[in-house]
């Protein structure tokens, strides 16, 4: 098992500019979240899913666009980036809904 | 505004003594409450959990009390070693997880 796998690890984009983040998970976890991590801010929920086709939002929402078509897959869309958005992302994925969850090896996104 | 507080924000050790993190939360429906261990680089990893329904539960050197009319609960790492060294996260879940901003333990040897 790869567990929870992320690719890019690093990203340098230019504000304006759109990227895909991609998570993939073999564990067939139902639930599979996506969250940032920024210095003294602990991890915020971005978008979240509880099975294919059923996506819903956390905490910060706004500027990121998830879809589910699958259950192994969880890709985040960012439309059109933003400095703030600049930070570290992590995907998780549960077969227990929020708790006891895997997370990804994050990837480093920076917005100039 | 964060609906997990957690202390302090860092914490140096002696090898062999023990860490104590403390965490607060306001949402009685929380009903989860686990400490992640993330090392740099590293995505967080799940070290223990505990329910609302039990006060204390030990699993080797790590250790949680809950008090639930405090709304608290806390870490311990009884005989803290330096490759306990990395920064520790609280969280609380109901429908969705809320974590706590992190504290970086440093054990030193």
């Known amino acids: 098992n790869a567990g929870v796998t992320q690719t890019p690890k690093f990203q340098v984009l230019k504000t304006g500019q759109s990227m895909t983040l991609q998570c993939a998970q073999d564990m067939n976890h139902e639930y599979m979240s996506w969250y940032r991590q920024d210095p003294g801010m602990g991890l915020r929920l971005i978008h979240y899913?509880?099975?294919?086709?059923?996506?819903d939002q956390g905490e910060v929402p706004n500027g990121y666009n998830v879809s589910r078509s699958t259950t192994e897959d969880f890709p985040l869309r960012l439309l059109s980036a933003a400095p703030s958005q600049t930070s570290v992302y992590f995907c998780?994925?549960?077969?227990?809904?929020?708790?006891?969850?895997?997370f990804g090896p994050g990837t480093r996104l920076t917005v100039t | 505004q964060q609906q997990v507080k957690q202390s302090p924000q860092s914490l140096i050790v002696q090898k062999g003594g023990i860490s104590i993190i403390n965490c607060a939360y306001e949402?009685?429906?929380?009903?989860?409450f686990p400490w992640y261990q993330q090392f740099p680089g590293k995505g967080p990893a799940l070290l223990i959990a505990i329910r609302p329904d039990v006060s204390e539960k030990k699993e080797g050197r790590f250790t949680i009390s809950f008090n639930k009319s405090a709304k608290q609960f806390s870490l311990h790492i009884m005989d803290s070693q330096p490759g306990d060294s990395a920064t520790y996260f609280c969280a609380a879940s109901d429908n969705d997880m809320r974590f706590g901003a992190g504290t970086r333990l440093t054990v030193k040897p």
């Open positions: 998780a994925s549960s077969n227990q809904g929020p708790y006891e969850q895997y």
């Open positions: 949402n009685t429906a929380f009903d989860y």
């Open positions: 899913s509880v099975g294919a086709g059923i996506t």
